[in-house]
């Protein structure tokens, strides 16, 4: 999985000099990606097809008046590409630069020549709408010699989806800082999906090394998580070195970012067909009951869900009219009893979403059960208060105990964000010594756990080296204590929230009742506690309310359930003051400096 990610700057910058050569004046600077990124795409594709073209030709010419449907015999290795895509016209990239007179309708005839598959990447990229721009402009063809320059080596067993998605997320970074729009994208770096890959794959080593299995991302960008997940499964000199067959399924709303992902699969001969274009949560791709042994992605975090939510609620966009099994579920009450709740987080933020939606898809224990690995920030752990969305989607993952662990990385690992991130790592099928519970790891000291990067990609500037992924793969498979680990029950995250209500008085500073002689609440004291689900509600109050409200109350009728996971408290370092004394010293010192400066200056 090793990728130096400095040696793919040459290609990115050239690919770059593309955008500032051949389009400048011809397309405004936030529609240059319109452009570069299919044309990308389809080099990688044109190089892959460039041995079989004659073979492809020879047998499109001789069947194609005797059969429909040419799809089998012109991806066989015998008589075609040998690939699960082809092309029928007689053009190659570097043909096209034969005829530059005829450029523009040759460039329509090549493109129009691939198989279906690669029709829909080209749809997806809209990449048939910029024909004509291209055409008017006089720039196809040194748009397309550009691209047939050896400098950009694309080819598929020199570039793999991994540096793909590497080279796109630089180039769409620098293409939004050209246009100061906000990179809406989070590609996850190669050294996490390999951190993700370990956790997922290493703890059922034995159980998959024959079979078959399903591996999933329900975020798929350009799919970078799920061929590399397989890559390190199947690797015969690897960790694993499974015999097994995995199968890769994802789903994926951005346009090019899709066409990307099912372009890569179909250069790796994976089935493009498992790949869904579309928004998981409200148009789910898939089979409904179909499950998955595997579940890894990096969700969009701090990203509106809204179009979904009108979707999944005939367009009422409230969320308890959501009618979905996915988000529709039983959670325990104050009483202790289930009742089913539609959990929903805000929705100007889905990553939890995306979090039920694949709990839905967990195989049963029975059959081997499931493992997830899923990215998100600190919102996911402690946002919302008792009785939210958020708090209950937590509840129903602890109440199940469904959480392994959970690992806050260093800080400026993504290359468009440089917040707090955590790896969650959940099963179906926990061992018997993580039953019921849930570890914690710090793994977000810099010096510790990454090395600064030699330059920096956008926001990125630390990256792990192996090392550093086997000293946090080991702090989860040790399941110990220490000052880097920490492990929990389940219910120590969860809470009651109580409402703590103090009499109303008259201006005689007398309390008022009700008709039945109990005093009125005043509004103005009205406060909340959270009393820690370990402990007795009544203790609990008389503890820490009483001594400071004597007459103080609390409805037992009326509690909320709710759970956080407040990670960075649980390893929160007091620094000691420092000594008055030295203080001192150090001002009387700065005021001596100050005072030769002054006398410098006035003569």
């Known amino acids: ?13 050239f690919i770059w000099t593309v955008a500032d050569d051949v389009l400048i004046n011809k397309y405004l600077e936030n529609q240059y990606q319109d452009v570069i990124l ?10 892959a097809l460039e041995k079989s073209k004659d073979k492809v030709l020879k047998t499109h010419n001789e069947f194609k008046s005797k059969m429909d449907n040419l799809d089998g015999l012109l991806t066989s290795e015998t ?22 007179k005829n450029i523009d309708s040759n460039f329509l005839d090549y493109l129009n020549g691939y198989s279906e598959n690669v029709q829909d990447i080209i749809s997806k990229f809209k990449f048939r709408n910029q024909l004509e721009t291209l055409e008017n402009g006089g720039i196809t063809f ?4 550009k691209f047939c320059n050896p400098k950009v080596e694309l080819r598929p067993e020199k570039i793999s989806p991994m540096a793909m998605g590497y080279m796109f997320e630089d180039l769409i970074r620098r293409f939004n800082e050209k246009t100061n729009a906000a990179a809406g994208r989070h590609f996850t770096p190669r050294e996490i999906i390999e951190l993700m890959t370990h956790l997922v794959y290493l703890p059922v080593k034995e159980k998959i090394q024959n079979g ?40 994926e709303n951005t346009g090019e970012m899709y066409a990307t992902c099912k372009s890569d699969m179909l250069l790796k001969n994976e089935d493009p067909d498992k790949i869904k274009f579309g928004s998981t949560l409200s148009e789910y791709g898939f ?20 179009e979904d939510l009108k979707s999944l609620t005939n367009s009422s966009n409230k969320k308890q009219d959501i009618v979905d099994t996915r988000f529709n579920l039983k959670i325990k009450n104050f009483k202790g009893e289930l009742e089913e709740q539609t959990l929903a987080s805000r929705s100007n933020d889905g990553q939890l979403m995306f979090m039920l939606h694949m709990l839905s898809k967990m195989k049963d224990p029975k059959d081997g059960g499931s493992r997830i690995a899923s990215v998100h920030n600190g919102s996911a752990l402690f946002t919302g208060d008792a009785g939210s969305g958020e708090s209950g989607i937590r509840q129903y993952i602890l109440e199940n105990d469904l959480l392994e662990c959970i690992i806050q990385l260093p800080n400026d690992m993504f290359y468009n964000t440089g917040i707090a991130t955590y790896i969650w790592i959940l099963s179906n099928v ?67 929230q109580i409402t703590v209500h103090q009499p109303e008085r008259d201006e005689d500073g007398k309390i008022v009742t009700d008709k039945k002689g109990n005093p009125k609440s005043d509004k103005d004291l009205k406060d909340s506690e959270n009393v820690p689900m370990t402990e007795d509600i009544d203790t609990y109050f008389k ?3 009483i001594p400071y409200a004597p007459d103080a109350w609390y409805d037992k009728k009326k509690m909320k359930v709710g759970y956080n996971i407040p990670l960075t408290k649980h390893f929160y370092k007091y620094d000691e003051l420092r000594n008055l004394n030295i203080i001192t010293n150090e001002i009387l010192s700065l005021e001596k400096e100050t005072d030769g400066l002054l006398k410098e200056i006035i003569d």
């Open 1 to 13: 999985m090793n990728l130096d990610t400095q040696s793919l700057q040459p290609i990115i910058n």
């Open 38 to 47: 299919p044309m990308t795409v389809l080099r990688r594709l044109d190089l």
């Open 79 to 100: 008589h075609g590409s040998g690939l699960a895509f082809y092309n029928t016209s007689p053009y190659t990239m570097k043909k096209l630069l034969d005829d530059p």
């Open 142 to 145: 040194s748009l397309i010699e």
């Open 212 to 251: 078959t299995f399903l591996v999933y991302d329900p975020c798929a960008g350009s799919g970078a998580m799920l061929t590399q997940s397989k890559k390190y499964a199947t690797n015969p000199d690897g960790e694993i070195k499974s015999k097994a067959t995995f199968h890769l399924y994802g789903q």
């Open 287 to 306: 089979e409904p009951n179909l499950k998955f042994n595997f579940m890894l992605t990096n969700p969009p975090y701090g990203t509106s869900w809204k």
């Open 430 to 496: 926990k061992e018997e010594k993580r039953k019921g519970k849930v570890q914690l790891i710090n793994a977000s000291s810099k010096d510790e756990f990454s090395k600064k990067m030699r330059k920096p990609l956008g926001d990125k500037r630390v990256e792990l080296n192996p090392n550093h992924i086997l000293d946090i793969q080991n702090l989860y498979f040790d399941f110990e204590e220490n000052q880097y680990s920490k492990i929990f029950n389940n219910e120590d995250f969860g809470y009651y």
């Open 543 to 545: 503890r820490e309310v």
